[in-house]
């Protein structure tokens, strides 16, 4: 499987110069104009690479399919992680949520988000001596 093929593949998808990729990547332009040009077929970075693409590297590397791609500066995730981050100054179960979606990618930290959102927002309120637990 030529990593190269499908990174320049997804990279052009998404309108991205090597720049861009390698800023979103944390990989060197230089690595990226080579692993392209010599149509490499495997790479140190792929995860990160993967990473920037929103893919794993299965799909990053899957040659039989066009996975869909997000660039992750188009989502709006900032305005809701940043509601998050305040709410996490009074909420300890807010604060663990916001050092998990650390590890997620940010293509996909609004939609995460929003979900959350959603379910706190149509869950009933907590009354006296309610017990939450999923212990029985």
């Given at each position: ?111 995460i988000l929003a979900y959350l959102q959603w379910q706190v927002a149509r869950a009933p309120p907590a009354g006296d001596g ?7």
């Amino acid at each position: 499987m030529a990593i190269g093929k499908r990174i320049r593949h997804y990279r052009l998808k998404l309108g991205w110069k090597l720049k861009v990729l390698s800023q979103l990547a944390d990989v060197d332009v230089g690595t990226f104009s080579a692993l392209e040009s010599r149509n490499s077929k495997r790479t140190e970075y792929a995860q990160q690479i993967a990473h920037a693409f929103g893919l794993t590297i299965e799909q990053l590397t899957d040659e039989t399919r066009d996975w869909p791609v997000v660039d992750p500066r188009t989502i709006p995730a900032q305005a809701s992680y940043l509601a998050c981050e305040k709410r996490a100054d009074y909420d300890p179960w807010m604060q663990n949520v916001n050092k998990e979606l650390q590890k997620v990618h940010p293509a996909y930290r609004a939609e995460i988000l929003a979900y959350l959102q959603w379910q706190v927002a149509r869950a009933p309120p907590a009354g006296d001596g309610d017990n939450h637990s999923v212990a029985g």
